[in-house]
């Protein structure tokens, strides 16, 4: 099991994490992320913790705006 990155341990993504805000740009469901990626809506949602706390968002659409910011979709 994938343990949430703290803060402070790092400041990138990952290449599984920019897949994944991809997806979320593309507006796939979690359910269908979790699917074309084969990864469980458990670990999918550890990915998302991720992306939050490295890109400082509350939800999805701050993800998004900050992805976009920052030119990594």
Do not use: W
């Amino acid at each position: 099991m994938k343990v949430p990155v703290k803060y402070g341990e790092r400041n990138y993504l990952t290449k599984k994490e920019l897949e994944i805000l991809t997806l979320i740009n593309l507006e796939k469901s979690r359910k269908e992320i979790a699917e074309l990626l084969t990864i469980t809506i458990g670990t999918l949602m550890n990915y998302m913790k991720n992306i939050r706390y490295i890109l400082n968002a509350h939800n999805d659409f701050q993800i998004i705006i900050e992805a976009k910011k920052r030119n990594l979709i």
